[in-house]
């Protein structure tokens, strides 16, 4: 079973969520670091017997929530269940990715292309 854990709680593993992004930091485009996003950011660490990784949303600056994540390897099915959870904590959220992966794991979690040439996806939950 999938569990998120949120930041604040006494259970979140800072730790080890912060060892992953550092490895993930590129391909997440990171201009903030690790200490900003937790501050500015709804973050979730995921778990399944053990930790999975993380994902977030946040505010962008046109005012639309966007989220992020990262991962373990071959864990595809636990990801997939996260983003289901956490996108249905929002009317509407945006990803902005290049990563195949990424984009498969979306479109399973009811993601659909808003704008595909800048590889920006959306789901609406309403």
Known sequence: MTTLIEYGSPFFDKKTAKKLFKLNKQNLNDKNGFEYLLCNSRFFNVHNNGYVGSIFVYEGFDGKKYMGGYALRKHHKE???????????????????????????????????????KRLLRKITI
Do not use: C, P, R, Y
């Open 79 to 117: 990801v997939v269940e996260a983003i289901k959870m956490v996108s249905q904590m929002f009317d509407e959220v945006f990803v902005h990715t290049t990563h195949l992966d990424a984009v498969i794991a979306l479109k399973k979690a009811g993601f659909n292309w808003f704008d595909k040439e």
